[in-house]
């Protein structure tokens, strides 16, 4: 199975700051990488698929980015709603896998 | 507007069995692969199953291989989940998961979550 692994696990930021979490890979996925965004008590949203494109509706100031094995999400202009836990997931090989999580609480 | 809405969760005791379904909204049903992904309490993501869009084509993690079946009957825009021999470790939130298209690889591509059916298995 292909291990993801997020880093950090939590951050803690202030509004306005830009942040950025890091997953990587066991092995190389063909960038097929997504990001998900949930919120307490929330289902999983959808932000990026394909580890550099924006899914339709999802604001610009989320971005991804990264190839091969290594992968960053960002944050930019934190505001308190971005408070939530992202997961990083491979669809390339099943079984499909997920990161642990990085859980992101606003100062 | 998709909407994806997931029932039949409930209180099961170990070794009983349930089945989820998931009723889907928005969108031609038929063209797009759906799957299952699940959620232990407190804990992270676990990707359960997936259903090719025909339906032809399934797929599942080793933890529920063997007593969970995945299908679809694409005349009622509908997806299901049959868990059988549940476990304690089967408990969790299981949420419907629509792919962005109907084949690889963006049938895996996660686009719409439901809200979830929560299934707890205990004496």
């Known amino acids: 199975d292909i291990q993801m692994t997020q880093s950090p696990s939590s951050l803690s930021a202030s509004v306005g700051d830009r942040v950025t979490i890091t997953c990587r890979a066991s092995?190389?996925?063909?960038?097929?990488l997504a990001w998900f965004q949930q919120r307490p008590g929330k289902a999983p949203k959808s932000l990026i698929y394909d580890a550099t494109s924006l899914q339709s509706g999802v604001p610009s100031k989320f971005s991804g980015s990264g190839s091969g094995t290594d992968f960053t999400l960002t944050i930019s202009g934190l505001q308190p709603e971005d408070s939530a836990t992202y997961y990083c997931q491979q669809y390339n090989i099943f079984p499909l896998t997920f990161g642990g999580g990085t859980r992101v609480e606003i100062k | 507007e998709v909407q994806l809405l997931e029932s039949g969760g409930g209180l099961v005791p170990p070794g009983g069995s349930l089945r989820l379904s998931c009723a889907a909204f928005?969108?031609?049903?038929?063209?797009?692969?759906m799957s299952w992904v699940r959620q232990a309490p407190g804990k992270g993501l676990e990707w359960v199953s997936i259903i090719r869009d025909s339906g032809g084509d399934t797929a599942y993690a080793d933890s529920v291989k063997g007593r969970f079946t995945i299908s679809r009957d694409n005349s009622k825009n509908t997806l299901y989940l049959q868990m059988n021999s549940l476990r304690a470790e089967d408990t969790a939130i299981y949420y419907c998961?629509?792919?962005?298209?109907?084949?690889?690889?963006?049938?895996?591509?996660?686009?719409?979550w439901g809200q979830g059916t929560l299934v707890s298995v205990s004496s």
């Open positions: 092995q190389g996925i063909n960038n097929y």
């Open positions: 998961v629509k792919g962005s298209g109907g084949t690889y690889p963006q049938s895996r591509n996660f686009d719409y």
């Open positions: 928005g969108f031609s049903f038929s063209n797009y692969a």
